[in-house]
């Protein structure tokens, strides 16, 4: 069966299906079983998900606009100004129900805690002075009015930046009738200001650097009267382009495409409400926009300045319990033990209910081990400040061979991995930037050690990125293995990452761009042909998600032969469950929660057998063909076992966090009828112990 041979209603638009997860994860917001402070985190992190929106989906639909694509480009059949139409109705929608949730119960039950957000016009007489002087001392002098006139084009306005257009009336200094004026507050300027308790009375008052401009922007043009000043928001096209054929140097290249991120083709206007008719067209004119591609906003412009109210305010009370992740079964607290433990058995580490600390303690051990004697690493996410680096440097400078792949492509965090290559590259660890065109996206370590039998290689394998810090909110699998066979397997991709030559066939390893994709094919079409002799057929798989258009006609398949198929998908999803003689026997859920879902989970009935994958890919085109990507086993049968209760088991059994898909492409929210079974509680309960906040 070919895509093309079934008709556009089989798939969903990927953007589309982004824009419900967002909604998902509104609901979150709304949902009153969730700590006050965390639906205010998750009503930012919905603005924060939609600004990447914008700068990547939305910048690259019109980027087709421009090189004049108008017919449909992929299988659900929207052509691409089709698609902006239904995403300006549904962003609009996100942002009328997110200024809602904000304005009428966030808000009110944080003022009902003592943590306000005071209102300039609602300010008393030493409230409005505090703010005056705030003003002239911290606000004032950094500011740089510009006033628009032949000597004075409209500025450039910089990617997500906070800015205000000033209606004017009157003569300035120089006898010009100038109108308009633009505002832009310097990013060096907290966007949240606390007031002190004596002067507002309250525990946590708080005014945003808008409200303290507004009051005051009349002193930016002394003797003009101030007829409008309205908050703007530009988003601009993020995305970064190397032509292969033209650079030599694919550091340099970046650096070079990164100064140019901030001003990108415009994609998105945001304004206050008030903001009057004849200023939006203005805007609009300026950055070559439509009113499609205006968004108001009842309210700031730009909710993820809220994002530091929650770490601003010591309220436990009015957050997630904290809890401390375990240490894994096998391991204990000592570094010099972690060889010994891992040669013993695989060990299984599911994060965040369990820590990361035995990846470091295995890097920090294998610095200061005189039998190691190389360190291989793949780095796609790691942060600014990541100890784990730190010990690699460690080891370089101590005379080990330090080889890491650093993926200078990973997007928004190309700046870190760049000055990361640099830091490694003078310690003399071997820096290697992958497969021009191919991201690495594998999560590979290898230690090869000395050992009175001789070399041995010590394996860690991930399906998330080597983060310390995105390993305390992401749901993610590793395994540390000294299995022979698999870190032959990972030896051979080190060697044709860094290297040249052809393709290894590997033993246990499913690599992507090579044989991940025909290998998810080639196990989908068993159970198919296991189903149509008439045995239990069932295939499980979670990931964050499902577009790929062989992979989803391969499951319709594996349906209409009767494979009862359950699909765990985080984000968006293509394929269309439920549909009477299509996909009747596919389920699609989604889980929404504290935690971000991202580990991805294959498995394969196989009568009996359960063929059971981790990996670092989603079933995606560019997973499958444009990186670098891996899919490792789990042959532990106790480990397997464990997968399959803890990545499976637990949340098809969710009946709070987890939405179902419907076969139209909408999705229901479960509510429990009896007893609640929430997926990631059930893992805290299962896998650490709580602990008080201090």
Not at 83 to 89: A, C, H, K, N, R
Not at 101 to 124: F, H, Y
Not at 229 to 242: A, E, I
Not at 415 to 432: D, F, P, S
Request: aromatic share 8%.
């Amino acid at each position: 069966m070919n895509p093309d041979d079934l008709p556009h209603v089989s798939f969903i638009n990927r953007e589309l299906s982004l824009l419900q997860f967002q909604q998902r994860v509104l609901a979150q917001a709304a949902d009153h079983s969730v700590p006050l402070l965390e639906r205010l985190r998750f009503l930012c992190i919905v603005s924060s998900n939609l600004d990447e929106f914008f700068e990547i989906r939305v910048g690259g639909i019109k980027e087709k606009i421009r090189q004049g694509l108008r017919a449909p480009d992929t299988e659900d059949g929207l052509t691409p100004h089709e698609l902006l139409d239904q995403i300006s109705v549904v962003v609009n929608d996100i942002i009328e129900e997110q200024y809602r949730l904000l304005n009428e119960e966030i808000l009110p039950s944080l003022e009902a805690e003592g943590i306000v957000l005071l209102k300039r016009e609602a300010l008393t007489e030493a409230q409005q002075a505090w703010v005056a002087e705030y003003f002239e001392r911290e606000v004032a002098p950094v500011l740089t009015p510009i006033g628009l006139d032949p000597a004075h084009p409209f500025p450039r306005v910089l990617n997500k930046s906070l800015n205000f257009a000033v209606e004017l009336d009157g003569l300035d200094a120089f006898g010009r009738d100038t109108n308009t004026a633009i505002v832009q507050a310097p990013r060096a300027l907290p966007r949240i200001i606390q007031m002190p308790k004596h002067i507002t009375g309250i525990e946590h008052g708080f005014m945003f650097l808008s409200s303290i401009l507004h009051a005051h922007v009349d002193k930016l043009f002394p003797g003009m009267a101030v007829l409008g000043c309205y908050q703007f928001r530009l988003t601009r096209n993020s995305d970064l382009f190397v032509d292969e054929e033209e650079i030599t140097n694919l550091r340099s290249a970046l650096k070079g495409e990164l100064q140019q991120r901030h001003f990108g083709d415009s994609v998105r206007l945001e304004v206050a409400d008030n903001c009057s008719p004849g200023m939006e067209a203005f805007l609009l004119t300026q950055f070559g926009l439509s009113e499609n591609d205006l968004y108001r906003t009842p309210g700031i412009v730009n909710l993820v300045r809220l994002m530091q109210l929650p770490d601003s305010v010591d309220r436990p009370d009015l957050t997630f319990t904290p809890f401390k992740p375990a240490m894994p079964a096998g391991l204990g607290g000592s570094s010099s033990d972690i060889f010994a433990a891992i040669r013993k058995q695989d060990i299984l580490l599911h994060h965040p209910f369990e820590s990361f600390t035995p990846v470091i303690e295995l890097i920090k051990a294998a610095a200061d081990d005189p039998g190691v004697l190389a360190i291989k690493m793949t780095v796609y996410r790691t942060g600014t400040d990541s100890v784990l680096m730190e010990h690699l440097m460690r080891a370089a400078q101590k005379g080990k061979e330090v080889t890491v792949v650093v993926e200078l492509m990973a997007r928004f965090d190309e700046e870190a991995n760049i000055g990361w290559a640099a830091r490694l590259e003078e310690v003399g660890a071997h820096v290697v930037y992958g497969v021009f065109g191919y991201k690495t996206h594998a999560k590979l370590l290898m230690l090869i050690r000395r050992e009175t039998d001789g070399l041995r290689r010590y394996i860690h394998l991930g399906t998330g990125n080597y983060h310390p810090r995105t390993t305390r909110f992401y749901t993610d699998f590793g395994l540390l293995t000294a299995n022979p066979e698999i870190g032959e397997d990972v030896a051979a991709l080190f060697k044709q990452i860094t290297g040249l030559g052809k393709a290894s066939t590997l033993t246990h390893l499913w690599q992507a761009p090579f044989a991940l994709h025909a290998n998810v094919i080639a196990n989908i079409k068993a159970e198919t042909e296991i189903a149509r002799a008439g045995r239990k057929a069932r295939i499980s798989a979670k990931m964050n998600a499902l577009l790929e258009p062989q992979t989803i006609m391969a499951l319709y398949e594996a349906s209409q032969a009767g494979v009862e198929v359950d699909l765990i998908i985080r984000g968006p999803c293509a394929l269309r469950p439920g549909v009477p003689g299509l996909s009747e026997h596919i389920r699609v859920r989604s889980i929404i929660g504290r935690f971000l879902e991202h580990h991805r989970i294959f498995c394969f009935h196989a009568d009996g057998e359960d063929k059971l994958y981790l990996s670092s890919a989603d079933w995606m085109d560019r997973n499958f063909f444009r990186r670098i990507e891996t899919a490792f086993p789990i042959l532990d049968p106790r480990l397997k076992r464990r997968v399959m209760k803890e990545g499976f088991r637990v949340y098809l059994n969710d009946n709070c966090n987890a939405w179902e898909m419907q076969p139209d492409g909408s999705y229901r929210r479960k509510h429990p009828r009896g007893a609640r079974h929430p997926a990631q509680q059930a893992l805290l309960e299962m896998l650490v112990e709580p602990r008080p906040s201090s």
